[in-house]
């Protein structure tokens, strides 16, 4: 009886042959929730897609209701959905997402974590007893030094879990930053580069 609102952002040469394309799915923070999915355009790899040439990528970006979260089983089901209808090579699907969709995109990989090549948390929070779940999934958690409404210290734990558990895990500090730092995260195409160079089959290629 759940539903969700999501815009899918194609690549440039997307049609033009037979390829199959990695996928990445991006959460929202908590102040773009709602109904209207032009609040969901302007942020994270929409931003970067905005200001440049595109993507080699679909980008799956769906929206939070106004009062709620992430739903970790419904975007698993949202994530079906896309697949079954878009040519998407399934070995290279991508979450990430920041400050409240940074705790989806923990919560998520660690409920389905067979599913994804990499995550990228931002800002983000989650539990580290779940973390040892992800010891087989590379991890690229930011945070910024001086964020204030979810402390660094909710990334470096996570990492810390994961590592301890034999997983690949880097937590990149922006040492200058708040809360706020996704726009430079996203907005760097190292981050996308990281992402091409994982899949489920290859592992780590490093970054």
Not at 42 to 71: C, M, N, T
Not at 93 to 115: D, H, I, K
Not at 163 to 188: C, F, M, P, Q
Request: aromatic fraction near 10%; glycine fraction near 14%; include cysteine.
């Amino acid at each position: 009886g759940k539903s969700m609102s999501y815009l899918v952002t194609l690549p440039p040469e997307y049609g033009v042959d037979d390829r199959r394309w990695p996928l990445i799915l991006f959460l929202h923070g908590a102040g773009e929730r709602g109904s209207d999915l032009e609040k969901v355009k302007g942020h994270g790899p929409l931003e970067y897609v905005e200001k440049h040439e595109g993507l080699p990528f679909l980008i799956v970006s769906p929206q939070a209701p106004p009062d709620g979260g992430w739903d970790a089983e419904l975007l698993a089901g949202l994530l079906d959905d896309v697949t079954s209808q878009n040519p998407v090579d399934t070995d290279r699907v991508y979450v990430t997402g920041y400050s409240m969709g940074g705790g989806g995109t923990w919560s998520l990989a660690t409920a389905y974590p067979e599913r994804f090549a990499g995550i990228v948390p931002v800002c983000g929070y989650g539990s580290p007893d779940e973390a040892a779940k992800l010891k087989s999934v590379p991890v690229w958690a930011f945070h910024g030094a001086k964020d204030e409404t979810i402390p660094v210290s909710q990334s470096e734990k996570m990492v810390s879990a994961l590592r301890s558990a034999g997983g690949n895990a880097t937590l990149t500090v922006i040492y200058d930053g708040g809360h706020n730092i996704w726009s430079e995260v996203y907005g760097k195409p190292r981050l996308y580069h990281w992402m091409l160079g994982h899949s489920r089959q290859k592992g780590s290629s490093g970054k």
